[in-house]
């Protein structure tokens, strides 16, 4: 089983040689404090996390997977701990306001350690990775009031958040959307529906969740023009803060996702679940797509990590797999065959994973600088 | 769930129009039976095997599995059954030789069957498929009494075959097989090794399974040079063809293959197993390019079968989805959205999957025309 090590290196010439961060983030209001010695400590940190917590569990999560009982889902085992680690470490804080007590870093920092979080183990990653859409949403939708009531918990990684778009009869077409949100007297909707494919939807991990949820008001016209946005709390936040009562949204069971069995993809069942609307009425699917960009960046994100777990991968198996010899002649005489490294083609091979691995990271952390810089990306704190 | 339907439009399409198989077939010694009336009724039988028997138990065998317990393999539900359907259809036999109880037909017939089989249910389609080259190896290399023993049962389908190649430290590279095969007086041999990824090596469809192994003679050269070839059935054969003791050749447990888990690959323990040589001594790796060589064929078939089967699955789902509404104006305007397949792009990636599959399966017909014009492709009865 190969060992996952941060490509730092890699990372380091990126931002020094190719992209020149310390200039641009010069340009950023929030560039301040991204000093290169903070940079280059938030990277350590972060390659330290992924290779020692996140990594070690990655293998026995899938093996284990995500158990579901009785409208509650267990993580694998080792998954709470990481989760907690992570949270101590305040990583999911790491580009939010200081005000709502994160760091204020540029989010390009918090992309590395994405990357990273992603290639050690990217179950574990869904996770806090679903609650960067949701606390982007809410700061960009949110009244003050919501801001400060779920802001806080959801940037220190004591709460996760999830994205609930999809309906069986819809994914693609959210105009098809028929989870309805009737209005109550006291300003606030009653939600009854079932979302399905719910990342991160229950967990063991956190004491709360919030869902942000597409649904339409009784009286709103069809299509995408009626649909309207709400946040959902698996447990209902009372004003000061504290918890209240459950909420009725319940986990009615989880799917399977190739790959990712220790990520809970979860079925929720909405039964005149308690919401409060955000943004305007019936303008839902527009908020909703600040949400829907973070997880367009979070997938970009996968393909990057993919990318460089399988040249990992790869790479320590050629390594260690002794198959034939060297057209060059001998060299493992010691051993029965030579390294798979050594025949020319394999190497070929390796070196092309390496760059398409290196390419790719190298061009979401450009398009970082290029949606900062032309402000066309729909992106709270870039 | 899709329901799997055999192209046969498209089959006797490539076989009169395309590839003229009537001609063809005149050319051939073993062509006199295959008359457009017999390859069109052997068509029909196949598709109705493969619609009616293998394709119902194809999901349901990939989520039940295999078992393994005490050295047996239980295949899943089912698989008993189809398998006994196959073999009372005499489908194993399609294109061996009449004088081992086959019915002698040109070979391209039988790879028709072969790709209705699999594209139906590639888990089952492993188990006679495995059969097919310990066959082509047996009626190359065999003796006349080995022959005589060994090939009508593996003809009718009545035993199966295994390919036994691969050991832990080499998959390709096979110079660095360890298995022993130490002489006897009797001029069989003990066979001492544990060999990996042996598909079909245990399950309970038959009574016997008749391994082919490659093994290393006591004095054999290094490398490849010294490999020979040897028979080893799991019970062994009296000389009248009844079955005898059960040979020491046991089955250590069944490997995980993605998205084949109806086929069972066992890992296979040989521990003084009596065997019994084919070829000459040495010259074993040479003799199993036979096998191999029909392997592959059986590869490129499971490629045909994948397109196919993925293109059947899409078609389906793309006629019974139903998301956003035609660009040409609502298609089916009692339902909230318009199928899938109304999408002009959605019909283009149809139609190259199609085109695809249908061009996979005539490139796979032409190769065995070409082949058996040029003989190049060492195989018997093409």
């Known amino acids: 089983m190969p060992t996952y090590k ?20 010069a340009s950023l209001s929030n560039g301040a404090d991204a000093t290169p010695d903070m940079v280059d400590a938030i990277l350590d940190g972060a390659a330290a996390l992924c290779e020692d917590v996140l990594a070690p569990i990655n293998l026995s999560g899938d093996a284990e997977g995500c158990t579901f009982s009785n409208g509650n889902v267990t993580t694998p085992s080792g998954f709470k701990e990481a989760y907690k680690a992570f949270v101590e470490g305040g990583w999911q804080g790491l580009s939010f306001p200081t005000e709502y007590g994160g760091q204020g870093l540029p989010m390009s920092v918090n992309v590395f350690k994405s990357e990273m ?14 609650s960067i859409g949701c606390i982007n949403t809410l700061m960009q939708y949110g009244t003050p009031a919501q801001k400060k009531l779920y802001l806080p918990p959801l940037v220190a990684g004591e709460w996760t958040g ?3 778009l999809t309906e069986a009869q819809c994914g693609t077409d959210l ?25 991160s939807g229950e967990h063991d991990l956190t004491d709360n969740i ?20 709400f946040i959902v709390p698996k447990v209902i936040v009372n004003d000061d803060g504290t918890l209240g009562a459950r909420n009725a949204v319940n986990c ?31 303008k839902g699917l527009e908020a909703m797509f600040t949400f829907m960009n973070t997880a ?9 990590a993919q990318a460089e777990a399988s040249f990992q991968g790869a790479l320590a198996y050629a390594r260690e797999r002794r198959s034939m010899r060297a057209l060059s002649g001998k060299k493992e005489p010691e051993f029965a065959a030579d390294a798979l490294i050594w025949h020319p083609d394999v190497r070929r091979m390796l070196l092309t994973q390496k760059a398409f691995a290196f390419y ?4 979401i952390e450009s398009v970082f600088i290029q949606t900062i810089a032309t402000g066309k990306f729909k992106m709270v704190l870039l």
């Open 162 to 164: 999830t994205m609930c």
């Open 296 to 304: 367009r960046i979070g997938t970009a994100i996968q393909g990057v």
């Open 175 to 199: 105009a098809q959307v028929k989870t309805r949100a009737v209005p109550q007297a006291d300003g606030t909707f009653k939600l009854t529906g079932t979302k399905i494919f719910i990342s």
């Open 252 to 282: 009615g069971s989880i799917e399977h996702k190739m790959g990712i069995r220790a990520s809970s993809t979860a079925l929720l069942n909405f039964d005149d679940a308690t919401g409060y609307m955000i943004a305007e009425e019936n």
């Open 117 to 130: 979080a992603g290639t050690a183990n990217w179950s574990f990653n869904m996770y806090p990775g679903l």
């Open 210 to 229: 919030i869902h942000i949820v597409l649904a339409r008001l009784p009286d709103a016209p069809a299509g995408t023009r009626g649909i309207s946005l």
């Open 360 to 363: 790719n990271l190298n061009a």
């Open 6 to 25: 941060a490509p730092l290196r890699d990372m380091r010439f990126l931002i020094n040689e190719v992209l020149d961060y310390s200039t641009h983030y």
